[in-house]
C-alpha cells in the first residue's frame, strides 16, 4: 500500500523569547518599588573635599566615648565591654533617669503628645574605630548602640501611647525622636 511520508512540526523560532524575556525582566524592575527601610540610620561625613571643620564645644559629662580596636576590642569610656553590657549602658547614658550629674544634660521643651518635658539632647557617643576591626565586630557595635535607643523609643512609646514605637503614627515617632534623638559622632582611625 501507499505510505504516506512522515510529517515534521516545524520548530518555533525561540531567538525572540529570551529577548522578551529579559525585556519584561527590566520592566518590572524598574516599574516595582523597592522600598527597604532596614539598616542603621547614621549620617555619612561629607566628601573629603566638602568637609568642613566643625568643632562643637560638648561639656565631658555629655560624651559617652566607645572605641573598637584593630583586634576587636569593645571598650566603653576605656573600660572593656561586651555588646550585650553596652546596649545596657549607652541605654543607661543616655536616659539618665536620675538626673546624675556624672551622665548627660537634659533640657526642657515644648514637644507635641509630650508637652513640657525633659529631653536628653545634649548627649554625644563617640565612636573610635580603628580600619583595621573585623566588619562583624563593627556590625556587634552599631546593633547594640540602635538596640539602645530602640529599647529607649519603645518604652516611651508604651508608656505615653500604649502602643509599641513600631505602631505608633510617624507623628508619634517623631515626637519620641526628639526625645531620644541620635547624636552619634564617629571617629575612624589606623591605616
Known sequence: MF???KRR?????????ADISFMLLIFFLVASSMDSDKGLPRQLPPPENEQVE??????ERNVLRIALSADDQLTCNEEPITAEALTKRVADFVANVADD??????STRELNY?????V???????LQVDRQTNYDAYFQMQNAIARAYN?????????????????????????IALVYPQR????????
Open 184 to 191: 552619634i559622632s564617629e571617629d575612624v582611625s589606623g591605616e
Open 3 to 5: 505510505s504516506r511520508p
Open 54 to 59: 566643625q568643632e562643637l564645644k560638648v561639656k
Open 101 to 106: 550629674p556624672s551622665l548627660p544634660e537634659k
Open 114 to 118: 509630650f508637652g513640657r518635658c525633659q
Open 120 to 126: 536628653s539632647d545634649r548627649h554625644v557617643l563617640l
Open 9 to 17: 512540526v516545524p520548530s518555533l523560532n525561540t531567538t525572540a523569547t
Open 151 to 175: 529599647q529607649l523609643r519603645n518604652d516611651l512609646a508604651l508608656r505615653q501611647f500604649h502602643r509599641p514605637y513600631a505602631k505608633c503614627t510617624s507623628e508619634q515617632r517623631n515626637a
